[in-house]
C-alpha cells in the first residue's frame, strides 16, 4: 500500500537534493518537456529538473516508508489469526507490503538518494508515511476491514501511477497492484464469511468498519483546493489523476461492495446523487488526519520506535552480509593473484 496524497512536505531538510543541479539548461529542459508531452517515460540516465527529481525522492520515499510501517499494524495479528488458513494468508499479505518497500527504495535510489539517507529520514522521524498506519488494529475484524478498505484505497491511487512519467517508479507499481488486488480480495473475502457467522461477529466488522471508514476516504489527501502542489504533479506526469476524483472513484465502487457485504457506511450523507451520477458524501474530519500525518496519531510513536528497534535489531545481519561479502571479495582476488 499506501499513498496519501505524497504531496504532504516532509519535514525540513527530510531528504537531501539528490545530485547537484545541472542548472537550467534551456535545451535540455525543451527535451525533457518534449518527451513529457509526449507522454513518454523519464528514466534514471537522463536529464531531470532538479525539482522533478526532489518530488519523486519524496513521494517514492513516502510511499516506500508507507509500506514498511504498513506492515506493522497487521503484523500484530499474525501471532492471533483464526486459523492456519489465515495466517497463512496474512503472512504472505504482510510479506508483499514488505516486498513493495523494497521495490520502492530501489526505485528511489535510481535518483541518487541512498537508502540509509531515506531509513535515517523516517527513522529521526523527517519524513512522512502514510497517516493510515497511526491508528490501532484492536480486533480480528480490522485486519479483514484494513485489506478490504485501506489497501483498496491504496489500489486506486496507485493504478494510475503505472502511468508515471518515471520509468523505474511506473514498472514498480504494476506488480505492486496487481498484489494489493490479492490484498483487497482476502480482506473482503474474510469479511463476507464473518457476516455469515455470529452477531458478535457480526458487530465486529460493523464496528471495524465504523472506525476505518473515514480513515480511508482521508487517505486520498486534502481536498484538490487545498492542494497546490497537485497541479505541477499532473504537468509532470506524476500525478495522474487529483486527490477528489480518487475519492469519489473509491466511495462508488466501495458502496455497493458495503451493500453485498451487509454493512453500514457510517455517514449519514451517503446518497446516490443522480444528477452527478456518483454517491454524495459528508465532511471529512481534516484536524483529525493533519494530528496523525503531524505525529500526534494514537500509534505514531509506538509505529516509529518498532521500526527503529527492528531495524537496529537488524544490525548483525547487514554487518554480517557485509563481511561475508567482503570475505569472498578477498578471496577471489587471491585467487586471480
Ligand atoms: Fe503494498
Ligand atoms: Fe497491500
Redesign the pocket.
Known sequence: ??TQSFNVPDSPGATAPAAASAGEDPVRQAAFDARIDADGRIEPQDWMPEAYRRTLVRQISQHAHS?IV?MLPEGNWISRAPSLKRKAILIA?VQ??GG?GLYLYSAAETLGTSRDQMLDALHSGRAKYSSIFNYPTLTWADVGVI?WL??GA?IMNQVPLCRCSYGPYARAMVRVCK??SF??RQGYEALLVMMTGTDEQKAMVQDAVNRWWWKCLAMFGPPDADSPNSAQGMRWGIKRVSNDELRQKFVDATVPQARVLGVTLPDPDLRWNEERQHYDYGQIDWNEFWESVNGNGPCNRERLATRVKAYRDGEWVRDAALAHAAKKRARSMKEAA
Request: cysteine-free.
Open positions: 500500500m499506501y509500506e504498513g499479505k508483499d507490503e513493495h485489506g485501506v489497501d491504496a498484489e494489493e490484498h483487497q
